[in-house]
């Protein structure tokens, strides 16, 4: 009985562990073959899912978005969590809605890097966030609708062609 128990329970056990190495070497495999912004190897199953969408592109990680803000720059960031559903929904509402007003959002990942939660203060996802001159001036929290983002950005929005002659 202990021979038959073994002979079927010892191939289940093989492949289970086969199973694992082939998931972690193809989620290995999927962080190197595809742009990987967040400066880590070990990225989570819902980051890697969201690599090449370009809903997630022009990410920040938490010591470039510091540098910025001490250097005094004006910036929206928009911090979001890959699982949480209301950041699905209004992601796709919200990045079409900042490139069609020409709108430089930066995005943070909080899945990936949890300690951004309380360095920037988010209490929950997804927040959008603008800074002027390195300090917070204002946010919006939740999946407003998108009339609420477009006051948003229309109010803090920066004119690049205006920095572009004050700097000539």
Known sequence: MKQKLLMILGPIVVLLIALYFVTDFK???DTDDQKNPYGKDNLDQATIDQLDNPDYQNQIV???LDEKLE????MFVYFYHPECPHCKKLTPRLVPLAQEMS???KK???L???NAWGAYGIESTPTLVYYEDGNEVNRVNGAQP???FRDFFNEYAVDDSDEND???
Not at 71 to 74: A, E, F, R, V
């Open 108 to 110: 943070v990942n909080l």
């Open 166 to 168: 004050q700097a000539s």
């Open 62 to 64: 938490p010591n470039e």
């Open 146 to 148: 998108n009339d609420m």
């Open 103 to 105: 709108v430089d959002m």
């Open 71 to 74: 250097n005094g720059k004006d």
């Open 112 to 114: 990936e890097f949890k």
């Open 27 to 29: 989620s290995q495999q």
